[in-house]
């Protein structure tokens, strides 16, 4: 299967991509309505603020031009380990994933935590082929992994 991936980077990578956008879009076409009319909960708002907070932190240590939403390492990229990326190696897929929590929130229970966990499965995958490529990129990479967990600080 290594191999399998290893051929296919690209199309994998832009398949991952697409899958994920295309749930974060039902996501918001979903919760378009209770948005619209104010009707969102203390909880939907406060994870759509740690969204923000986290997703403006990620970019002010690693600039729009160092990385890459395919998981394919840019081969100019360099390794960032400061910020949030001290605590999370994905700080970005988990201000993603706290949005889509947000909008999942504000929607039919069983639909939001259905396509929040295909959400969720699809980020894990795009994260393990992003740290396979990342170990054969960065000779630092491996050791940063043993520092910091990959989505939720000292937990996952």
Same mark, same amino acid.
């Given at each position: 299967?290594?191999?399998?991936?290893?051929?296919?980077? +690209?199309?994998?990578?832009?398949?991952? &991509?697409?899958?994920?956008?295309?749930?974060?879009?039902?996501?918001?076409?979903? #919760?378009?309505?209770?948005?619209?009319?104010?009707? $969102?909960? &203390?909880?939907?708002?406060?994870?759509?603020? $740690? +969204? #923000?907070?986290?997703?403006?932190?990620? $970019?002010?240590?690693?600039?729009?031009?160092?990385?890459?939403?395919?998981?394919?390492?840019?081969?100019?990229?360099?390794?960032?380990?400061?910020?949030?990326?001290?605590?999370?190696?994905?700080?970005?897929?988990?201000?993603?994933?706290?949005?889509?929590? #947000?909008?999942?929130?504000?929607?039919?229970? $069983?639909?939001?935590?259905?396509?929040?966990?295909?959400? #969720?499965?699809?980020?894990?995958?795009?994260?393990?082929?992003?740290?396979?490529?990342?170990?054969?990129?960065?000779?630092?990479?491996?050791?940063?992994?043993?520092?910091?967990?990959?989505?939720?600080?000292? &937990?996952?």
């Amino acid at each position: 299967m290594s191999d399998f991936f290893n051929r296919h980077r +690209s199309v994998i990578g832009s398949l991952l &991509v697409a899958l994920q956008f295309g749930l974060l879009l039902l996501l918001a076409v979903l #919760a378009t309505p209770r948005m619209w009319q104010g009707n $969102l909960s &203390v909880t939907s708002l406060g994870l759509a603020g $740690l +969204s #923000a907070l986290l997703g403006v932190w990620t $970019l002010a240590y690693n600039r729009l031009g160092n990385f890459n939403i395919h998981p394919t390492p840019k081969a100019s990229g360099t390794l960032i380990t400061g910020g949030p990326y001290r605590w999370i190696r994905h700080p970005m897929y988990s201000a993603v994933l706290l949005g889509a929590a #947000a909008m999942a929130w504000a929607i039919e229970p $069983l639909v939001g935590i259905a396509a929040w966990c295909a959400l #969720a499965l699809i980020l894990l995958t795009k994260a393990s082929l992003e740290e396979r490529w990342l170990r054969e990129h960065h000779a630092g990479y491996a050791a940063y992994c043993q520092q910091c967990k990959r989505f939720v600080p000292w &937990v996952f």
